[in-house]
């Protein structure tokens, strides 16, 4: 459009040359514009539950002050926006601190198999709890990555999170995970593959410039509702959560896929979607895996 291009023109006077320089603002006003949207929304998402706190702080010490028999199911209400509360303090800080150390911290050698098992093992207990069975398989034989441990165990943790909250009761949930020879064949084996489902990959892989070399690929499949086509393109953006979860029971916000996004562009790695409406979704990562001779940063 025309007016994200402004144009210097100098005053040709008698001038026989006159310079012209376009700069194409796009990109500087989407930056500014995403980073106010951002703004809005958090101080909108911390603002919500602040106010249901001070309403029922309200009611309890007025209208309800001797009604000591309504005040267990505030309680448990206000205890549960209080985590709500909590839980998008910690999202928030995540998704800054990873966004300030793109540059700076450390990746170590790690062993991809283990970053998953200390990942998981707190899930064990959610899924039974939830009646979900909770599946998961892998290729043999070492897994090395240049990582941060720490980020990779979100990356899984927010992927298995999610897929067992959108699964009912009696669903299955597969991590799967291995070695693939190059970055296109991991991203292959990241993907569910069933026949005609949508399918959308949030973040091209870079890999390392000029190289075909092996990378790890997971897997986490889903047997849960399925998230509409016109969504898709827009996971992984901070705040946005698909229409079927927004009102309805399934809390959230709106942060777990923005912070896998960062984490695996951080890692040179890609992240795709592949879902099928009233079938499930399957999430998918991968990254460079580490070279025999590569040293850690
Ligand atoms: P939230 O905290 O809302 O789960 P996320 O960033 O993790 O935030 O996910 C963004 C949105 O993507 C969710 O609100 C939901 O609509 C959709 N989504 C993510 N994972 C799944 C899944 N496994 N099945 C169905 N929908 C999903």
């Not at 509360?85 to 198999?113: G, K, Q, T, Y």
């Not at 799967?176 to 026949?195: L, V």
């Not at 399925?226 to 898709?232: K, N, P, Y």
């Amino acid at each position: 459009p025309d007016e994200t291009w402004r144009a210097h023109v100098s005053r040709p006077g008698r001038a026989k040359r006159t310079l012209v320089v376009l700069e194409d603002l796009t990109p500087v006003r989407r930056a500014a514009r995403a980073r106010s949207d951002f703004l809005a929304n958090a101080s909108h998402e911390l603002r919500t539950p602040l106010t249901a706190l001070s309403g029922f702080i309200e009611t309890m010490r007025g209208p309800a002050k001797d009604d000591k028999d309504s005040w267990d199911r505030f309680l448990a209400i206000m205890a549960g926006e209080t985590e709500r509360m909590s839980r998008l303090i910690a999202d928030l800080l995540s998704l800054s601190r990873i966004e300030s150390s793109e540059h700076v911290s450390p990746r170590e050698r790690e062993e991809f198999r283990h970053i998953v098992s200390d990942a998981t093992h707190a899930f064990s207990a959610i899924a039974a709890e939830k009646g979900v069975n909770l599946v998961v398989k892998s290729d043999e034989g070492p897994l090395p990555v240049i990582a941060h441990r720490d980020e990779m165990i979100q990356v899984v943790e927010n992927l298995v999170s999610n897929a067992l909250k959108y699964s009912k009761a009696g669903g299955q949930v597969t991590l799967s995970f291995g070695m693939a020879p190059g970055m296109a064949d991991a991203r292959i084996k990241a993907a569910q593959s069933w026949a005609s489902s949508e399918r959308m990959t949030l973040l091209p892989a870079a890999g390392r410039p000029g190289t075909q070399e092996r990378a790890i690929w997971m897997r986490v499949e889903d047997q849960g509702p399925g998230i509409e086509r016109e969504h898709l393109p827009r996971l992984g953006e901070r705040f946005y959560r698909a229409d079927q979860s927004r009102g309805g029971k399934i809390t959230g916000t709106g942060l777990g896929l923005a912070i896998v996004k960062h984490i695996m562009a951080h890692h040179r790695g890609g992240f795709s979607v592949e879902t099928r409406i009233g079938e499930g979704s399957a999430f998918g990562v991968w990254l460079p895996a580490a070279r025999e001779d590569e040293p850690s940063d």
